[in-house]
């Protein structure tokens, strides 16, 4: 079965990087998803990346996927405390498709002065 | 344009009372959706539409019903309420299905007594 998972929490200090991890099970996902959510307010999609790709790069984000571990990981580079939010990755089984999205826990990131 | 929104930002319920979560947007996105988020776990997806007229059950939609008669609204029921559905509701629409189109509403947080 789909299974993905997340640790729930990770603090760091405005201007270092952060980096959060996430690992799946389903070796036949074929997109990998990492949102955003401020409190309050819903998910907002940060960037995405194909299963056949090992890195994708999007200004301060840095998205790494390791498919022979199952292992995805989000680095946001320059942290300010803007970033500060949880943040969850997902995968898909099927193309993309919204109906077939399987979510993470979610990793509460905190940022410090 | 407004995105999605949805009403009320929160309830209060007793068990056995019914209610009905709205969700619209103006996006004319053919693809909505339903999900609950609790502490600890995942978004997981209650019904889905892939247009008005069809809709299709997500991974947990006992104790849940949709419709969909306009491609804007699709409105979640709850016929029965359970002290399990305290959550916190999460419409979302995306074009064609499209996960990395997929747009969030601001929430619905649900306390069922």
């Known amino acids: 079965g789909e299974d993905v998972e997340q640790s729930l929490f990770l603090s760091v200090r405005e201007g270092d990087s952060s980096v959060i991890n996430c690992t799946y099970t389903d070796s036949s996902s074929t997109y990998l998803y990492w949102y955003k959510q401020e409190p309050g307010a819903g998910l907002q999609l940060l960037t995405y990346i194909f299963s056949n790709m090992d890195m994708k790069q999007d200004q301060r984000l840095t998205v790494l996927l390791n498919k022979k571990d199952k292992h995805l990981s989000l680095r946001i580079a320059d942290t300010q405390t803007g970033d500060s939010a949880i943040y969850f990755c997902a995968e898909s089984i099927e193309a993309g498709t919204a109906s077939k999205l399987t979510f993470g826990t979610g990793t509460r990131l905190q940022v410090t002065l | 344009n407004a995105g999605v929104t949805q009403t009320p930002k929160f309830q209060v319920l007793k068990t056995g009372q019914s209610m009905t979560l709205q969700c619209a947007q103006d996006?004319?996105?053919?693809?909505m959706s339903w999900y609950r988020q609790d502490p600890g776990m995942g978004l997981r997806l209650i019904h889905y539409s892939v247009g008005a007229g069809i809709t299709d059950q997500g991974e947990v939609p006992n104790g849940y019903n949709v419709s969909r008669s306009t491609t804007e609204d699709f409105p979640l029921r709850l016929l029965s309420a359970a002290p399990s559905q305290t959550s916190v509701y999460f419409c979302?629409?995306?074009?064609?299905?499209?996960?990395?189109?997929?747009?969030f509403g601001p929430g619905t947080r649900l306390l069922v007594l």
């Open positions: 979302a629409s995306s074009f064609l299905r499209g996960a990395e189109t997929q747009y």
């Open positions: 996006m004319n996105h053919e693809y």
